[in-house]
């Protein structure tokens, strides 16, 4: 169970979609705490969800083979297989994606009295740079509790159920559960955590440099999904499958 955990606990930490809209809430206005109210909203959720399957569970774990235990093992390997096929399809995007870059360049060519003010300057990179500040700007308007609501909403919540189903398991009489657990959630609010203490201790390095993080995300947000989806989905899966034919 522990090192379940700590792998979905560490590919929630490392998904770059709650990243990248974290860095803007806190580059906005009272971001520092804006962005702790998104941190104990994130954690809330993790801590609900564990609570709730501990009181289901009792904080004992099922007996093997039993009905409850081998419900457990069958949602992870349903969520693992999910986690595959998303990651697979995501993939097949990004390969499509190329063919029709050219003919949406041709479309956005810039008229030729206009050429010279956007040389330099992709379509794309534009693109981003007016959506980030859109974004920085109803964030500005923003308070904390949307904040909090907001790390509700990008919570990986399939990830989250595959660390719901591995608590299942979770043996409350021993200390380590609880380590484990604590871990977990320290884990899964690793990325959050650092960038909010970037920002108290070296706010405005933090800042520059956090806007160029996402810049980066944005750039390599499919890839980082596909890699992570597809390897915590093929350890679910295998090892669902090993522990309900062992």
Same mark, same amino acid.
């Not at 522990?2 to 709650?18: E, F, N, Q, S, W």
């Not at 360049?105 to 980030?132: F, L, N």
């Not at 520059?208 to 810049?215: I, T």
């Given at each position: 169970?522990?090192?379940?955990?700590?792998?979905?606990?560490?590919?929630?930490?490392?998904?770059?979609?709650?990243?990248?809209?974290?860095?803007?809430?806190?580059?906005?206005?009272?971001?520092?705490?804006?962005?702790?109210?998104?941190?104990?909203?994130?954690?809330?959720?993790?801590?609900?969800?564990?609570?709730?399957?501990?009181?289901?569970?009792?904080?004992?774990?099922?007996?093997?083979? +039993? %009905?409850?235990?081998? $419900? =457990? *093992? &069958?949602?992870? #390997?349903?969520?693992?297989?999910?986690?595959?096929?998303? @990651?697979?399809?995501?993939?097949?995007?990004?390969?499509?994606?190329?063919?029709?870059?050219?003919?949406?360049?041709?479309?956005?060519?810039?008229?030729?009295?206009?050429?010279?003010?956007?040389?330099?300057?992709?379509?794309?990179?534009?693109?981003?740079?007016?959506?980030?500040?859109?974004?920085?700007?109803?964030?500005?308007?923003? +308070? %904390?509790?949307?904040? $909090? =609501? *907001? &790390?509700?909403? #990008?919570?990986?919540?399939?990830?989250?159920?595959?660390? @719901?189903?591995?608590?299942?398991?979770?043996?409350?009489?021993?200390?380590?559960?609880?380590?484990?657990?604590?871990?977990?959630?320290?884990?899964?609010?690793?990325?959050?955590?650092?960038?909010?203490?970037?920002?108290?201790?070296?706010?405005?390095?933090?800042?520059?440099?956090?806007?160029?993080?996402?810049?980066?995300?944005?750039?390599?947000?499919?890839?980082?999904?596909?890699?992570?989806?597809? #390897?915590?989905?093929?350890?679910?899966?295998?090892?669902?499958?090993?522990?309900?034919?062992?």
């Amino acid at each position: 169970m522990v090192l379940d955990l700590l792998l979905i606990a560490l590919g929630i930490t490392l998904d770059p979609l709650p990243i990248m809209a974290f860095v803007l809430v806190v580059a906005s206005d009272r971001g520092v705490w804006k962005g702790l109210a998104f941190i104990m909203g994130w954690l809330a959720c993790l801590v609900a969800v564990i609570a709730l399957v501990l009181a289901l569970t009792g904080g004992e774990p099922p007996p093997p083979r +039993s %009905p409850p235990s081998t $419900a =457990g *093992l &069958a949602a992870r #390997l349903v969520i693992g297989v999910a986690l595959v096929c998303f @990651a697979l399809y995501r993939r097949k995007r990004m390969r499509s994606a190329p063919q029709a870059a050219p003919a949406r360049v041709r479309d956005s060519e810039p008229e030729p009295d206009t050429a010279q003010e956007t040389a330099g300057t992709s379509p794309r990179t534009t693109s981003r740079s007016r959506s980030s500040s859109s974004m920085t700007s109803r964030m500005d308007r923003s +308070s %904390p509790w949307a904040a $909090a =609501g *907001l &790390a509700v909403f #990008l919570q990986p919540w399939g990830m989250v159920a595959a660390a @719901a189903a591995t608590v299942v398991s979770a043996d409350l009489s021993h200390f380590s559960t609880y380590a484990a657990l604590f871990g977990f959630c320290i884990l899964a609010t690793a990325s959050l955590l650092a960038a909010e203490l970037y920002v108290v201790f070296s706010p405005e390095a933090a800042q520059a440099r956090l806007l160029k993080l996402r810049d980066w995300l944005q750039s390599h947000e499919q890839q980082a999904i596909v890699v992570i989806c597809l #390897l915590l989905g093929l350890w679910l899966t295998g090892q669902s499958i090993y522990e309900l034919t062992s």
